[in-house]
């Protein structure tokens, strides 16, 4: 099936390079908000705790009731919204983010909050999927995943900077005051947006049914899984890096957040090199992630009992696994054919589902007594058994190819 374009909108004149790239900063720009509003709440746990008078552990159900708004919103949005205009639909994706996180910031109880994040957490995938879809339509071809990864850095750069100033200023002030920067950051968006997003005319525009033929596709399902339990990896070995490095490594408390702000460094330079490799070979891109990943962590867990070593491997583990992002993203909008918009949201369900599922594993082993070192072995197990996933994807193809031929 091919995708519909209509026919009434004439062809836009070609984006200038300066155009270009002020359209991806300005995407970049609504990643930023959407990474520090989404991992700023892991910081804040006590206080937003404290203020509503709930246990710790009810306050953490903040931000699985954000995690459950990017499960759900990433595919709904992308199969109702096929036929809105890129432009208008991103405009109003980061309206609704916008809104959600000053609810938040307004939330008189514990319902109302939960209700907020959940609000906000809805536009979370379908943004990222539709900006990787305009990010590659601007760049062209050769250049399309370098571009995905200058749209998604935004989300790195906020773990580097948003995360660390909106947590010390949540911790300071208030714990509203972070949402607060977050909805005046997504204010900003939808003013780049408005601002330096090209009318995108000339991209093609589906229906609902078409997006949901994604569903229907295998290779879809293949590379989903990839993220699942290849970047569960990752997660199973970041979610409980603090107190691995304080209680194995013996690094001081106080150099925990130098900890973090490299693993946000080594995110940015993940994501560059993640999209630079991509333009070569998606298939290679990913392979090469995989694989770096389960190494890393494995290095991870024979040296962690030296802080300096550790802190290296941080870097080197931020670095390869973000470098897989681009190279995901990417595949899926290749094996989607005519329904892109959904396939490269669902990217961003996948990874949340890693996120859970990395973090419970790792707990997991924990609590079988096996130590904090153990997350990284399950993490690099989870990065092999996704290269297991890719070589069936691969051969499914291939067999497919055959039947065919």
Do not use: C
């Not at 607060?180 to 229906?207: E, H, Q, S, W, Y």
């Not at 054919?337 to 961003?348: C, G, I, K, P, V």
């Amino acid at each position: 099936m091919t995708a519909v374009v209509d026919s009434r909108v004439q062809p836009e004149p070609p984006v200038s390079p300066r155009a270009r790239r002020g359209a991806i900063l300005a995407l970049a720009i609504g990643g930023f908000g959407i990474g520090t509003t989404e991992f700023v709440a892991m910081g804040l746990l006590p206080n937003i705790a404290h203020g509503l008078h709930v246990t710790e552990p009810e306050a953490g159900h903040v931000i699985s009731a954000y995690a459950l708004g990017v499960v759900v919103g990433a595919p709904v949005i992308a199969a109702l919204t096929a036929r809105a205009s890129r432009r208008t639909l991103l405009i109003a994706l980061m309206i609704a983010f916008t809104i959600g996180n000053a609810a938040t910031v307004f939330a008189p109880g514990y319902t109302a909050l939960m209700v907020s994040r959940f609000i906000a957490g809805l536009p979370h995938g379908a943004y990222f999927g539709v900006a990787a879809l305009v990010a590659a339509h601007l760049a062209g071809p050769g250049e399309r995943a370098k571009a995905v990864g200058q749209t998604m850095l935004g989300l790195s750069v906020a773990n580097v900077i948003g995360v660390p100033v909106a947590t010390w200023l949540g911790n300071t002030v208030g714990w509203r005051s972070a949402f607060a920067v977050v909805a005046v950051i997504g204010a900003i968006t939808i003013a780049a947006l408005l601002r330096f997003l090209p009318g995108l005319t000339d991209m093609k525009i589906t229906n609902p049914l078409t997006e949901l033929g994604a569903l229907r596709r295998v290779q879809v399902w293949f590379t989903l899984l990839i993220g699942i339990v290849g970047f569960g990896g990752m997660f199973a070995f970041y979610t409980y890096i603090s107190t691995t490095l304080t209680s194995v490594s013996g690094l001081p408390e106080a150099l925990v957040p130098l900890a973090l702000s490299l693993y946000g460094i080594g995110m940015v330079t993940g994501n560059v090199l993640g999209g630079w490799m991509a333009d070569r070979s998606v298939v290679r891109a990913i392979t090469i992630g995989l694989v770096l990943v389960a190494v890393m962590l494995v290095i991870f867990a024979a040296v962690s009992r030296n802080p300096w070593a550790a802190l290296v491997l941080v870097f080197a583990v931020g670095v390869a696994g973000t470098s897989l992002v681009p190279a995901l993203q990417t595949r899926l909008m290749d094996v989607a054919d005519d329904a892109q918009t959904l396939a490269a949201a669902l990217n961003h369900s996948a990874l949340n589902i890693a996120n859970a599922g990395g973090a419970w594993l790792g707990g997991l082993v924990i609590t079988a007594g096996y130590g904090y070192r153990a997350p990284s072995l399950v993490g690099a197990a989870l990065a092999a058994a996704g290269l297991g996933v890719l070589a069936l994807s691969l051969l499914y193809a291939r067999f497919r190819t055959v039947d065919t031929a």
